[in-house]
């Protein structure tokens, strides 16, 4: 079995790599470096900024993931400061802020980054569009799964187990891409 470390202290985010990684035989290492988040316009360049901090640090191949819930009633707050934004509200604030607003569309958006010693990133990009409920609903996931619904489903990603939701999850899509990359190198 093949390693790859994924920079993370996300005990949910690493679940899902680990499960989708593991059909290609590789074994995703939970590694906590710490990185800086850059205040950025994109998730792109907070990702490649990731990289290249990490690169000064570790000498292994590695993935990092940054992600955003990116909402249209909200001219695509949080967006970028997602992570920010659930650490200070939570849910809670996201359904408050949203009381009075009708357009409940979003966007879920998943940056992974794939880095090497010397190497220049690689990303992989993946979307989920759908809406943002009136109430939290569920108790698996993270963050804002409560109260996000895909738009090919009825239930949050929290009413979902971990490989139900990588089918629809704009990370299990960026995954996807990152795993046939993977797979690509080692032909």
Same mark, same amino acid.
Do not use: W
């Given at each position: 079995?093949?390693?790859?470390?994924?920079?993370?202290?996300?005990?949910?985010?690493?679940?899902?790599?680990?499960?989708?990684?593991?059909?290609?035989?590789?074994?995703?290492?939970?590694?906590?470096?710490?990185?800086?988040?850059?205040?950025?316009?994109?998730?792109?360049?907070?990702?490649?900024?990731?990289?290249?901090?990490?690169?000064?640090?570790?000498?292994?191949?590695?993935?990092?993931?940054?992600?955003?819930?990116?909402?249209?009633?909200?001219?695509?707050?949080?967006?970028?400061?997602?992570?920010?934004?659930?650490?200070?509200?939570?849910?809670?604030?996201?359904?408050?802020?949203?009381? $009075?607003?009708?357009?409940?569309?979003?966007?879920?958006?998943?940056? !992974? /980054?794939?880095?090497?010693? *010397? %190497? @220049?990133?690689?990303?992989?990009?993946?979307?989920?569009?759908?809406?943002?409920?009136?109430?939290?609903?569920?108790?698996?996931?993270?963050?804002? $799964?409560?109260?996000?619904?895909?738009?090919?489903?009825?239930?949050? !990603? /929290?009413?979902?187990?971990? *490989? %139900? @939701?990588?089918?629809?999850?704009?990370?299990?899509?960026?995954?996807?891409?990152?795993?046939?990359?993977?797979?690509?190198?080692?032909?």
């Amino acid at each position: 079995m093949k390693k790859i470390y994924f920079i993370t202290s996300n005990k949910g985010k690493h679940l899902e790599a680990k499960e989708k990684l593991r059909k290609i035989n590789y074994d995703v290492v939970q590694k906590d470096l710490g990185y800086p988040e850059v205040q950025a316009n994109t998730l792109e360049d907070v990702a490649i900024f990731g990289v290249k901090h990490i690169q000064n640090i570790f000498d292994k191949p590695f993935i990092l993931e940054d992600a955003g819930l990116f909402i249209d009633g909200l001219n695509g707050f949080p967006g970028v400061y997602s992570a920010y934004v659930f650490h200070t509200i939570g849910c809670r604030g996201v359904l408050k802020l949203l009381k $009075d607003t009708a357009d409940r569309k979003a966007i879920f958006k998943s940056v !992974f /980054a794939y880095g090497q010693p *010397d %190497e @220049k990133p690689v990303l992989f990009i993946g979307e989920c569009p759908g809406t943002i409920t009136d109430v939290e609903k569920g108790i698996n996931g993270f963050g804002y $799964d409560p109260i996000f619904v895909p738009n090919e489903s009825s239930r949050t !990603f /929290a009413e979902m187990k971990v *490989d %139900e @939701k990588n089918n629809y999850s704009h990370r299990g899509r960026s995954l996807d891409k990152l795993i046939n990359f993977l797979d690509e190198q080692e032909k």
